[in-house]
T-cell receptor, first 112, second 111 residues
Framework: GEEVAQTPKHLVRGEGQKAKLYCAPI?????VFWYQQVLKNEFKFLISFQNENVFDETGMPKERFSAKCLPNSPCSLEIQATKLEDSAVYFCASSPTRWEQYFGPGTRLTVT | ELKVEQNPLFLSMQEGKNYTIYCNYS?????LYWYRQDPGKSLESLFV?????AVKQEGRLMASLDTKARLSTLHITAAVHDLSATYFC???????????FGQGTELSVKP
């Protein structure tokens, strides 16, 4: 496809529950990036993939966050045991080269 | 650690006026991007600036880059209401493609 697709659009979880977000990159793009936008304006890099391999995971909270990009499947970002502070919009971006990133519409996660 | 700072963070403008948003970054980077975000929406790419002295223009927006000063500007000419949005600059960190964002500038253009 020509656009990055993210599902679901909205996700509500009680504190302690698991949350799983999905991202389908643009066909032919080999890089996928995940960003977290909190407090409306603050963007934080989480992790990037080159195909199914982790490229950079320096932004990932180690304890509860995990991510995968498997062949022929959407990429996923999973948060175990969500906390209130995980409430944010999670954006996925894909890129053919790393240098130009195309952002998806985002998934809004609300932890109650 | 690369840091990116924008100012102002909030900007209320009258239609027809000109203004400039500033973006400073702390260490050398290959590329600087400007994005627009409307409320509840994703990021729309406006400009990518690659080299010292680069200038790009689209409609009422013009972006420039001074790599020696580590400064980019986004100039708004004769603002119109449709430009109301939040504008972010972002810089590539190292060669990995990771974007470091500024805090965003919330622009409100009033008639």
């Amino acid at each position: 496809g020509e656009e990055v697709a993210q599902t679901p659009k909205h996700l509500v979880r009680g504190e302690g529950q698991k949350a799983k977000l999905y991202c389908a990159p643009i066909k032919g793009h080999s890089y996928v990036f995940w960003y977290q936008q909190v407090l409306k304006n603050e963007f934080k890099f989480l992790i990037s993939f080159q195909n199914e391999n982790v490229f950079d995971e320096t932004g990932m909270p180690k304890e509860r966050f995990s991510a995968k990009c498997l062949p022929n499947s959407p990429c996923s970002l999973e948060i175990q045991a969500t906390k209130l502070e995980d409430s944010a919009v999670y954006f996925c971006a894909s890129s053919p080269t790393r240098w130009e990133q195309y952002f998806g519409p985002g998934t809004r996660l609300t932890v109650t | 650690e690369l840091k990116v700072e924008q100012n102002p963070l909030f900007l209320s403008m009258q239609e027809g006026k000109n203004y400039t948003i500033y973006c400073n970054y702390s260490t050398t980077s290959d590329r600087l991007y400007w994005y627009r975000q409307d409320p509840g929406k994703s990021l729309e790419s406006l400009f990518v600036l690659l080299s010292n002295g680069a200038v790009k223009q689209e409609g009422r927006l013009m972006a420039s880059l001074d790599t020696k000063a580590r400064l980019s500007t986004l100039h708004i000419t004769a603002a119109v209401h449709d430009l109301s949005a939040t504008y972010f600059c972002a810089v590539i960190y190292n060669q990995g493609g990771k974007l470091i964002f500024g805090q965003g500038t919330e622009l409100s253009v009033k008639p």
